[in-house]
């Protein structure tokens, strides 16, 4: 046995190699061991101590009870710390903020406190809101956060803020920065203005969030968004090319004692609906019914939680934003139903994004859900768990039976902010038998995928990557069935380095997730570089060039994009790219370029093309906002396709927002397909009563599918986390010999009744 060291000036890693091992070693393993070999080797890089470790607020219990109303005149209130002299990230992250904001933070048995005192800039005028509605787009609203990291792991949290009319944030953090704000609980907030100053408090439950108990300092920062001023700023510094939530650059919140144990937590969240629909191209009568269900959620610890369901319904989910598809493999559409989001980094992220051995939406998408369970969060702050098991019904119409998916994730954190993380999948169909006689799907008995994964992230957040590993078993499938993949990337001040590279077998077969392309290999370069002039004009600009090169497993060239663009950020947040590209396409089965249904061209064919294109936004400050896209160049057998897409809005802060967005496609080939035209248009409307009561419209054109979608959602939130919504939903097929006229396909309005119960 062959021993091997490396050192430096904290750290020894000792390694082992066994010939004889390594021999008897399957090739897919041997390439995951080697990755994360080389990974490895910037372990010493994670071990750096905590950037802003010096930046400590301290929290003591609270003095006095606390009221929610935005004014800071409870005794516990002067007594607490205070956070303040924020730092500057954009436009620049050189200097101390020009607004100022004051944050302080108490507790009680119960719940956690936050008050933040947000002053005027040096530049007067309104407030930019966009709307009163949750979860407002971070980039158009003035705006506080809280960025907290209960465990200090650097890469979970959660999120909580408000905009300055009030509308409230929330959201769950993952991957050392990123946040989905589709996670929602129980908490309560005020926001209060003044004539210098808007002041914003909240109340979190302990309830509501997961922390392990006994651990005195939490991961903690604060963001401020102010639109006037243009300026980006947070209480513990953070680098301008990361975002102000990167958990890698929190400061440290200070207990004055263990938080309090958060105590027997159970919620019941039952609804019950009324739908009425009707199918006008079957002609049948309208159909009248109605339904209950409900989710729990227990707190098995204060940092591992179990949530359950029983006849799930998801009918007020947004719905999906359609898009013009000239794709060749099938486009993904994000998760949005609250059952699968708490924790769901541990399920959804494993993988790439289009190699995901888990996607939720394969549950449950026209197809009743029976009842499910997800057991998520943390043993203790090495090691997360995530089990979840959920049941659908059986359909008659299409002979799909009865499904079960089964899941299993764990993940143990290494060094400072990497982890190692696997992932069992199970999909399996119960009691079924395929009738081979029938001229309806025959479907799989079962598909499951096993796979490792290591997640990279220095202390700085400076070098990222992951490798992986997976394999997928099948009936009667052996041999290609996997899957392996790695990338690493570099995100200095002014240059960004990546490289990515993926695997997948012909047989590697992934049911339960996504992975829309299989037997191939791809290779993903890429640089940028960022100068940053001393004008009043540009805040950046600098050049960005990659390729996107697709192999056969043997290294047959079957597709190649190589392209180049120049990106010009303005110092009122302005942002324009032009690019250029060049595309080389071997199809490797018929294809139809408009997917209109004309035609397909031939497997085998060669195609290549050049194209140029611009990018454009515009300032976000404005209630008036507009950006485009354009393309224009060349496309398959010797085609040319154009492309102009825009985004336009209008707000009447803080109750009304207005929105546009508009796709228009002309591809000129050849017959039989000669000159194909596709819009696509959707408008928007968002009405905000108050930060409780929302009506939200939505009108979808396809003409590439011949229909137009509109959904139409009013929500009224009269307590915390409990909603009565309605929702009416209409879809008509365009007359082609009647423009203007349309024929209505169906038609269904619904009534749902939620409550969150908490015993």
Not at 154 to 168: E, L, V
Not at 210 to 225: A, D, E, H, Q, V
Not at 463 to 484: C, E, I, M, N, R
Not at 622 to 651: A, L, P
Request: charged share 20%; hydrophobic share 35%.
């Amino acid at each position: 046995m062959a021993v091997g060291q490396i050192r430096c000036s904290k750290l020894e890693i000792r390694f082992y190699f066994c010939p004889n091992l390594l021999n008897n070693t399957p090739y897919y393993v041997k390439h995951f061991l080697l990755l994360v070999t080389l990974f490895s080797l910037t372990w010493h890089v994670t071990l750096a101590q905590k950037k802003n470790e010096d930046y400590k607020l301290h929290i003591q219990k609270a003095s006095s009870p606390i009221v929610i109303d935005g004014d800071m005149d409870e005794q516990a209130w002067l007594d607490a710390d205070v956070a303040t002299d924020f730092f500057s990230i954009l436009p620049m992250d050189t200097s101390f903020a020009k607004v100022r904001t004051d944050v302080r933070m108490t507790y009680d048995e119960h719940t956690l406190y936050l008050i933040a005192t947000c002053f005027h800039g040096p530049i007067e005028g309104p407030y930019y809101v966009e709307s009163l509605r949750r979860d407002f787009s971070f980039g158009k609203n003035d705006n506080f956060l809280l960025f907290m990291d209960p465990f200090d792991d650097q890469t979970n949290g959660f999120s909580f803020g408000a905009n300055a009319a009030g509308a409230q944030w929330d959201g769950i953090m993952y991957n050392g920065g990123s946040v989905d704000l589709s996670w929602d609980n129980k908490w309560t907030s005020a926001v209060k203005n003044y004539d210098d100053r808007y002041v914003f408090e909240m109340a979190v439950p302990f309830k509501s969030i997961r922390y392990k108990n006994g651990i005195t300092n939490w991961g903690i920062n604060f963001s401020r968004l102010d639109l006037k001023t243009t300026e980006k700023s947070s209480w513990a510094p953070v680098p301008r090319q990361f975002p102000s939530a990167s958990l890698a650059y929190t400061g440290i919140l200070v207990w004055d004692q263990p938080p309090p144990a958060a105590g027997p937590n159970i919620s019941v969240i039952p609804y019950t609906l009324g739908r009425v629909t009707k199918n006008y191209e079957e002609g049948t009568d309208a159909d009248v019914t109605g339904d209950v269900g409900a989710d729990a959620k227990i707190a098995l610890t204060s940092s591992l939680n179990l949530d359950l369901t029983i006849n799930p319904d998801f009918s007020q989910v947004d719905v999906d934003r359609q898009v013009t598809n000239l794709d060749r493999f099938e486009l993904f559409f994000p998760e949005r139903r609250q059952f699968f989001l708490e924790n769901g980094d541990l399920f959804a992220n494993f993988g790439y994004s289009s190699i995901r051995p888990f996607f939720s939406r394969r549950v449950g998408l026209g197809v009743p859900i029976q009842f499910g369970a997800r057991l998520s969060g943390r043993i203790n702050r090495n090691w997360r768990i995530g089990l979840m098991d959920m049941q659908t019904g059986k359909v008659e119409k299409t002979a799909l039976p009865s499904q079960n998916f089964a899941v299993m994730a764990l993940q143990r954190r290494v060094f400072a902010r990497s982890n190692i993380g696997f992932l069992f999948v199970n999909k399996e169909s119960i009691n079924y038998t395929p009738d081979l006689s029938s001229d309806k799907p025959v479907y799989s008995q079962y598909n499951r995928n096993m796979g490792l994964e290591y997640n990279l992230a220095t202390s700085n957040n400076k070098l990222t990557g992951k490798a992986l590993f997976l394999k997928s078993f099948s009936p009667d499938v052996k041999g290609q069935d996997f899957t392996q993949a790695a990338n690493l990337q570099y995100s200095g001040r002014k240059l960004t380095v990546a490289w990515q590279h993926e695997y997948v077998g012909k047989n590697f077969t992934a049911e339960a997730g996504y992975v829309p392309r299989k037997n191939f290999i791809r290779l993903s370069p890429q640089v940028s570089y960022n100068f940053f002039p001393k004008g009043k004009l540009l805040l950046s600009h600098g050049p960005t060039l990659g390729t996107y090169t697709v192999f056969k497993p043997d290294f047959y060239l079957t597709d190649n994009t190589l392209f180049g663009s120049y990106n010009f950020v303005f110092r009122k947040q302005e942002k324009f790219t032009v690019w250029r590209g060049y595309d080389y396409v071997e199809l490797l089965f018929p294809f139809d370029p408009t997917n209109s249904g004309k035609d397909s061209l031939q497997t085998g064919s060669k195609h290549n093309w050049a194209s140029w294109g611009t990018e454009f936004s515009s300032r976000p400050q404005s209630v008036f906002t507009y950006g485009f896209s354009t393309r224009y160049g060349g496309y398959y057998n010797d085609g040319t396709r154009f492309n102009f897409t825009t985004d336009i809005g209008y707000r009447f802060q803080p109750y009304v927002s207005i929105a546009l967005s508009s796709s228009y496609n002309k591809i000129v080939m050849s017959e039989p397909w000669n000159t194909t035209k596709f819009w696509l248009i959707g408008p928007r409307l968002d009405v905000t009563m108050t930060n409780k009561l929302y009506l939200t419209g939505f009108l979808q054109y396809n003409d590439q599918q011949d229909n137009v979608n509109l959904n139409a959602r009013i929500q009224w939130r009269y307590a915390p986390a409990s909603d009565l919504f309605i929702v009416y939903t209409d879809n008509y097929l365009p007359t082609p010999y009647e423009p203007g006229l349309f024929n209505v396909k169906n038609r269904a309005i619904v009534l749902k009744f939620t409550y969150w119960w908490n015993i």
